[in-house]
């Protein structure tokens, strides 16, 4: 009977170890968000993040740009089957999302307001940090419809090909100046979680 006790006397103080490093650990810091570092430009990306221009079939009419998470490729659509193709850091387990957009306003240099949902997660982080290199927003940013997600640059070029973000979708920032020159307020975002048959 002794013995019955204290495997159960065990099993509950593990139990309550265990809650308390989940706790712990959705309180660490996001490494994907470090607020006054400021990019490398020097880094360079692997080859399968680099922008590109590939062959790519949709129906989607050129000028949409199609996010696939999956993948973690954003795709331009251009005439002819073929897409401009740029590696994106995507939203972590839990955070990923799809869904049908628009493109409602755009920034240079952005200012970064944290979203409330996200001080609760991350209590560290600043409630307003002005635009410029150290933001983590980067160089640009797309707003997309009238969620807290955007398209934007970053200050942390070794997180693109990853799962980082709180579901916001991030390029390097020589490649978000590119995809902001080439789309307009108004251009259709279709966010895909698994790549299309």
């Known amino acids: 009977m002794t013995g019955i006790r204290h495997l159960i ?19 660490q810091a996001d490494s994907g968000d470090q607020p006054g570092l400021i ?7 692997n080859p399968e993040w680099q ?5 790519y079939r949709t129906t989607e009419p050129p000028g949409t740009i199609i ?38 306003r755009k920034a240079e ?9 996200m001080i609760e997660r991350q209590p560290y982080l600043p409630r307003f940090m002005a635009g410029g290199p150290g933001n983590p927003l980067g160089a640009r940013a797309m707003y997309l419809g009238s969620t807290v997600y955007r ?4 200050n ?13 979708f991030r390029l390097v920032n020589a490649d978000v100046a590119d995809l902001y020159d080439r789309v307009p307020v108004g251009t259709k975002v279709v966010v895909r979680q698994k790549p299309e048959l």
């Not at 251009?78 to 839990?94: C, F, K």
């Open 9 to 27: 006397y065990m099993t509950i103080a593990a139990a309550g170890l265990m809650l308390s490093a989940s706790h712990s650990f959705a309180q």
């Open 39 to 45: 990019a490398d430009d020097s880094y360079e990306l």
């Open 51 to 55: 922008k590109q221009m590939v062959y």
């Open 67 to 104: 996010i696939s998470t999956a993948e973690r490729h954003l795709y331009l659509v251009q005439p002819g089957g073929r897409a401009l193709r740029y590696g994106i850091g995507v939203g972590r387990d839990g955070f990923q999302w799809q869904g049908l957009l628009s493109i409602t």
């Open 109 to 117: 240099w952005p200012d970064w307001v944290p979203p409330p949902e």
């Open 151 to 154: 398209i934007h640059g970053t």
């Open 156 to 168: 942390r070029p070794d997180t693109i090909g990853t799962k980082i973000s709180s579901g916001c």
